[in-house]
């Protein structure tokens, strides 16, 4: 089979999009998900796509900074204190 090519810059449709080759198969299936979901373009489909898995990642890293902040509450203040006492660069 072959590939699907627009020439690089020509507009597949967005002007925000420039055009890369895919195979007719993954043209079928990006129609066929673009059916199913009911999205006017395959150039919407992917914009949707894109942004659940770009909040995904934001999820993903402010699950992380609730944990290292609750690690951070339950530090033990008084002992982080007398260590650095202890410490040969302490004062």
């Known amino acids: 089979m072959r590939p699907f090519c627009l020439p690089v810059g020509e507009n597949m449709g967005s002007p925000n999009m420039t055009s890369i080759s895919v195979s007719f198969d993954v043209r079928r299936q990006l129609n066929s998900m673009r059916a199913m979901g009911n999205h006017k373009s395959v150039d919407q489909l992917l914009?949707?796509?894109?942004?659940?898995?770009?909040?995904?990642?934001?999820?993903?890293?402010?699950?992380?900074?609730?944990?290292?902040?609750?690690?951070?509450?339950?530090?033990?203040?008084?002992?982080?204190?007398?260590?650095?006492?202890?410490?040969?660069?302490?004062?």
């Open 47 to 91: 914009a949707q796509v894109l942004q659940e898995y770009r909040m995904a990642q934001l999820r993903s890293e402010a699950d992380k900074l609730r944990s290292r902040l609750r690690d951070i509450g339950q530090t033990d203040v008084e002992a982080l204190v007398q260590r650095l006492g202890q410490s040969p660069y302490g004062g």
